[in-house]
């Protein structure tokens, strides 16, 4: 009998101590996410910066639609800058027409691209690709593009909230929740996020 008593305290014990072990690494792992962000949107531009007017321009889609760059009529804009050529292009266009789905109360996709405009029929229609798909050297060099894949976020005002090299969905998303806190980017943002927590913990 003693020895059930014993054996059972042991039991006890040890579920303590797994508990109290479990809730430490959860802590550790919450440490670790918040040293370890999530990477946004990288920005390399020197043409436009986010939170001046963009560009506005028309051009032509490949359907022969005229489709207005910048001015949207009241609704965000997100610009897709690729290529069909492009390995991560090709694999982030998928990506993006599924956040176009998601977004689409808000926000309207532009596909741009530049190069022989017959090219781009296979492509889009490989690609299933319904939004307005614009081939037009002169857009990529109003709005900077010097890297592929590349995203610029406009929002109702015709302003630029949000922009950079586009990887990932992760990428995306990013872009979307930089114009919500408004920011120019996320790492931006989790620098002000550190320069306050420096700043309370220092006073």
């Not at 479990?22 to 440490?31: E, F, M, S, W």
């Not at 610009?79 to 090709?90: E, Q, R």
């Amino acid at each position: 009998m003693e020895w059930l008593v014993v054996s059972n305290i042991a039991l006890w014990l040890g579920f303590i101590i797994m508990a109290i072990i479990n809730y430490a690494l959860i802590r550790q792992v919450g440490v670790l996410y918040e040293r370890v962000a999530p990477a946004g949107a990288l920005m390399v531009n020197r043409t436009i910066e986010v939170g001046q007017s963009a560009p506005v321009l028309e051009a032509l889609s490949i359907n022969d639609e005229r489709i207005s760059i910048g001015a949207n009529g009241g609704r965000s804009q997100l610009l897709f800058f690729m290529s069909p050529d492009c390995p991560v292009c090709n694999e982030l266009t998928p990506v993006f027409l599924s956040a176009a789905q998601s977004e689409q109360d808000w926000v309207d996709v532009v596909f741009v691209s530049d190069g022989e405009r017959q090219d781009h029929h296979g492509y889009a229609a490989r690609k299933g690709i319904k939004h307005p798909y614009v081939v037009s050297e002169l857009v990529g060099k109003q709005y900077g593009v010097s890297k592929l894949p590349y995203a610029v976020l406009i929002d109702d005002a015709q302003k630029v909230v949000s922009m950079g090299i586009v990887n990932s969905r992760e990428h995306i998303d990013s872009l979307f929740e930089a114009k919500e806190r408004k920011v120019a980017s996320i790492q931006d943002y989790m620098k002000q996020r550190d320069n306050e927590h420096f700043t309370e913990v220092k006073s």
